[in-house]
């Protein structure tokens, strides 16, 4: 299994005829958000695969068309914030925003209230534990957890129920964005308790060796 991760940075050999050659055997596309919903539509739509989405504390609300029609999310693609789901194989559950650090604005969560989301995926995990024998493949988050990747500042500073759901649920990848990376040097792959964590910025992809 072969998977394309990309978050917060259109990158232009992605958006570009080469995506088909370059991108050819990709099983399925990832999103982590901040990422302008033209572009994954490009992407799904040249690979023709699944893609599934979180949306990052910096994506619109609503985002115009030039002709004026509303999109809430990527055509084609699917958000899975909040809830668990198979595709090909593969138990894939998301989380979007990052830590509240404005007193308004969608996509943006208190620690509290990411606790919420999080406890409020744990019956579909156990669930899942029972049928399958593994609760979670992929954690797909748009922020890191906390102290994983994070920054100091409070817009970049990760949750910690997210250590809780790795902890708990042992999915075997966490993946997220949201903390831009220009330094070669700075760590962007980080192992805690069973699972990797994988900062994706602006891309990566990932092979997936079946179980
Ligand atoms: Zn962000």
């Given at each position: 299994m072969k998977l394309l991760a990309v978050t917060d940075k259109v990158v232009d050999f992605i958006y570009s005829a080469n995506l088909v050659e370059k991108?050819?055997?990709?099983d399925m596309v990832l999103s982590c958000g901040d990422l302008p919903y033209y572009y994954l539509e490009y992407i799904v739509t040249m690979l023709n695969v699944p893609l599934l989405y979180v949306h990052g504390n910096?994506?619109?609300p609503v985002e115009y068309t030039a002709s004026g029609a509303q999109l809430t999310g990527p055509g084609g693609c699917t958000n899975i914030h909040g809830r668990l789901v198979q595709e090909k194989g593969i138990a894939i559950a998301g989380l979007e925003g990052s830590i509240?650090?404005?007193?308004?604005?969608?996509y943006q969560y208190t620690e509290p209230q990411m606790w919420r989301q999080a406890l409020k995926l744990s019956p579909a995990l156990l669930r899942n534990r029972l049928v399958t024998?593994?609760?979670?493949?992929i954690l797909l988050a748009h922020a890191p957890p906390f102290?994983?990747?994070?920054?100091?500042d409070r817009t970049h500073v990760g949750f910690k129920s997210f250590l809780w759901l790795m902890e708990r649920f042992g999915p075997r990848y966490l993946l997220h964005g949201h903390r831009h990376v220009y330094?070669?040097?700075?760590?962007?792959e980080t192992q805690y308790e069973g699972t990797t964590i994988i900062n994706v910025y602006p891309y990566k992809v990932l092979e997936i060796p079946d179980e």
């Open positions: 991108f050819a055997d990709v910096h994506d619109p509240r650090y404005k007193p308004a604005g969608k024998g593994r609760a979670l493949d102290g994983i990747h994070n920054g100091r330094n070669p040097l700075e760590v962007t």
